[in-house]
């Protein structure tokens, strides 16, 4: 549809997966509606609409007893999703329900039909008469949702007489819905605890030097601000003066404190612990990394993970056929077997209440959304429940080297001259020269080493960088290149000498860069990255799930080899280039086995894509980490990928569970009811009693 516009709007009244199916009937068919996109878990409508279809919807949306605010109004999507609701009195259902159990004392007592009707009746206005609205609103859309399916069945207990019990079953249905709302609101709210971590103010410095505290949203980016101990920094930004130690375990799941001084990024939502420090401000509130990692969890809750899709499909199914099943047991005994009219009817009666599947279908976003919510604590951020169902199954990790398993912080261990007639000191500047114009660890550090031996810096013309091998460049009129031991050999520089020193050097995992010029290797810097501590735990609890591992990096074999075997990795792949990496992804897959991929999310783009699960590290403020990783881990912690898969096996534990809870428990009352034991308030108990079941179930895992 040309021209189009997405409109994002909060229905306070859209609590229940069953009203997703009205709206999208009622909306489905307008012409002025070109997408609908639901996320229940927020109570979020995002409609994809022509210009002018604005005013048309809300209106549609109205005949279905929904309330839609939409964003910018004063119940704006990005407010909290209780901010507008409006607080039910509680005593009529508290006069429902001593006027239904009054019904069942006084039919039990012996009183008068007239005296139990009018308790009964009484019960169910004062507790029924919003289940009877929007049932009407459903049967008026022909949908058989189960305020439709409630209220026949209460309707037609009161028609057969059966005073106290369609009382009690209006009353006990009312209070279960009651009590599921509050336990859905626990899971809804899982990620708004982010939200608050975040001040609402920040100290902020005037134009004429004095301080003032401000809306943290009305601060500017360049603001500077200034920051106590023991308070929360309100806004992301770089210290410009003064140090301390800052929790960022809202950001990263870490609680070891971080030391920061001048120069150092601070993020929203952390804590300042021990000094005191300002810093300028270098994103909008609505855009730091605490309100990206909101947004994200946020969308992954309205993307719907493969079990919710085939829950839902089951359910489209489900409740026609059993609605059909209850028509078939109030006919078909009386009229061909002599049955009792009255017996089979409230048989009928009661599988109607058992055909809702709202407690299926609720069992799945409650478990997903528990799951995101409990990686996002630890610092995992996953962009959906797909790739939070699918890591149970990763059977291959494959993982980069540089700034992974490694600190990605390398120093220059080593500097030989192989060209007796140069001077030392010109080989080293055009080296440093040439490196300190590329943003690679290993240039880095041979520019470093470059400056920390007073190495001048000198003037490249035509600089190049060459994916994989080096970085070229001319330097006072001559062509040079700093490369790899793959780049040597390309260019027919390599001699059995010089293969016979570098095996030595890169058998003791260290990297090798050379400078050569148009005939020959001028000098040889070695380089070598330490090991952190934590990769090696990782790679052992991620054995002891039974996932393999394999290295992917551009150094050396015989360095990727060391650096494997230091840590205990299954596989080392070196001298890969960005192709070379996608193909060995696609090997480990070989079709069947479940690939994950760890790196930077930019230089091992192609192979993260490939990979089932892209898992990009260190996306701490990194814009494009947390927006294009399939799961962005906050610090560079590998530890955090085994916690991610044993989180993903739980929560698909759990979800096996609330379905199997879900239909095992409509089958026995099923069984029960076409025996003849079953009874209305029993049918209750199985569709919400379920329905809590499944909900309480899925919140443990914001426990883990």
């Known amino acids: 549809m040309g021209g189009s516009i997405r409109t994002q709007m909060r229905i306070l009244q859209m609590d229940c997966p069953t009203e997703e199916a009205l709206i999208r009937k009622k909306l489905g068919g307008m012409p002025e509606v070109a997408e609908l996109q639901f996320n229940l878990m927020q109570r979020v409508l995002t409609v994809v609409h ?22 910018g ?5 990005g407010a909290s999703p209780a901010a507008s609701e409006v607080r039910k009195p509680w005593w009529p259902l508290a006069v429902a329900g001593a006027a239904a159990v009054g019904s069942e004392a006084a039919s039990w007592a012996g009183a008068p039909v007239w005296v139990v009707a009018a308790l009964a009746l009484l019960a169910v206005a004062c507790s029924g008469l919003g289940t ?16 439709a399916l409630m209220s026949i069945a209460v309707t037609g207990a009161l028609l057969l007489g059966q005073w106290p019990e369609a009382a009690m079953v209006m009353v006990l249905f009312t209070i279960a819905e009651l009590i599921e709302a509050k336990s859905l609101d626990r899971a809804r709210n899982a990620i708004q605890g982010l939200m608050r971590l975040a001040p609402d103010k920040a100290t902020v410095k005037q134009a004429d030097g004095s301080w003032a505290e401000i809306e943290a949203a009305q601060v500017t980016i360049g603001a500077v601000v200034r920051v106590k101990p023991g308070e929360r920094i309100g806004l992301d930004g770089e210290i410009v003066s003064g140090r301390s130690t800052v929790n960022q375990a809202p950001i990263t799941g870490e609680s070891l404190p971080v030391d920061k001084a001048q120069g150092d990024a601070v993020f929203a939502g952390t804590i300042n612990e021990a000094g005191s420090f300002e810093y300028r401000v270098t994103a909008a509130a609505n855009n730091t990394t605490l309100a990206r990692i909101i947004h994200a969890v946020e969308e992954a809750q309205g993307a719907k993970a493969p079990t919710q899709r085939f829950v839902d499909q089951f359910a489209r199914v489900y409740t026609p056929i059993v609605f059909v099943l ?11 077997f002599a049955g009792a009219w009255f ?32 990686a996002a604590r630890h610092g995992i951020l996953v962009k959906g429940g797909t790739y939070l169902e699918l890591g149970r199954k990763l059977a291959w990790l494959a993982l980069d080297k540089t700034g992974t398993i490694t600190h990605g912080n390398p ?15 010109m080989v080293r500047s055009i080296a440093a020269s040439l490196a300190g114009r590329s943003d690679h660890p290993v240039s880095l550090a041979i520019a470093q080493a470059g400056d920390a031996n007073g190495v001048a810096r000198l003037s490249v013309d035509a600089f190049e960088a060459i994916p ?8 006072n009129g001559q062509r040079y290149s700093l490369g790899n031991h793959r780049l040597v050999e390309e260019l027919g520089r390599c001699s059995v000498e010089l293969e016979s020193r570098l095996d030595v050097l890169e058998r003791e995992g260290k990297t090798v860069v050379m400078l050569i010029d148009e005939t020959r290797v001028l000098g040889l810097f070695a380089v070598a990255d330490t090991v952190k501590d934590s990769s090696k735990a990782a790679i052992s609890e991620l054995h002891a799930l039974g996932v393999r591992t394999a290295m992917l990096t551009g150094d050396n074999p015989h360095t990727a080899s060391a650096i494997a075997s230091q840590v205990g990795i299954d596989r080392a792949e070196g001298n890969q280039l960005p192709e070379d990496k996608l193909e060995v992804v696609k090997t480990l897959s070989d079709g069947r086995s479940m690939v994950g991929m760890v790196g930077d999310g930019i230089n ?17 403020g990194t814009d494009t980490a947390i927006e294009t990783a399939d799961v962005a881990l906050m610090d560079d912690d590998l530890r955090k990928i085994p916690t991610f898969i044993r989180l993903s096996r739980a929560t698909h534990s759990i979800l096996v569970q609330n379905i199997t809870l879900a239909l095992g428990i409509k089958a026995v009352f099923l069984a029960l009811t076409i025996g003849g034991l079953g009874t209305m308030w029993m049918a209750v108990f199985a569709d919400v009693g379920a329905s809590l079941l499944v909900v309480g179930n899925g919140l443990r895992l914001l426990r883990k």
């Open 132 to 147: 009877y609205k929007k049932g009407w609103i459903a049967i008026r859309n022909r949908n058989l949702n189960i305020n």
């Open 468 to 475: 994989g091998r080096g970085v070229a460049g001319v330097v």
């Open 411 to 425: 120093v220059q261990t080593e500097f030989e001259l192989r060209a007796v007639d140069q001077d030392s000191m």
């Open 343 to 374: 017996d089979w009817i409230y048989k009928a009666l009661v599988l109607l209440v058992i055909a809702c599947p709202c407690a299926l279908v609720i069992s799945t976003p409650v478990t997903i959304v528990s799951g995101l919510a409990a």
């Open 73 to 77: 109004a004063a119940g704006d999507p």
């Open 50 to 71: 022509r210009p002018d279809g604005l005013d048309a919807i809300v209106k549609a949306l109205g005949t279905l007893g929904f309330k839609p605010e939409v964003a």
């Open 604 to 620: 091992d783009a192609p192979a993260l894509a490939q990979a089932d699960i892209g898992f990009a590290m260190g996306a701490m």
């Open 326 to 336: 209850a028509i078939g047991v109030a006919v078909v005994p009386p009229l061909f």
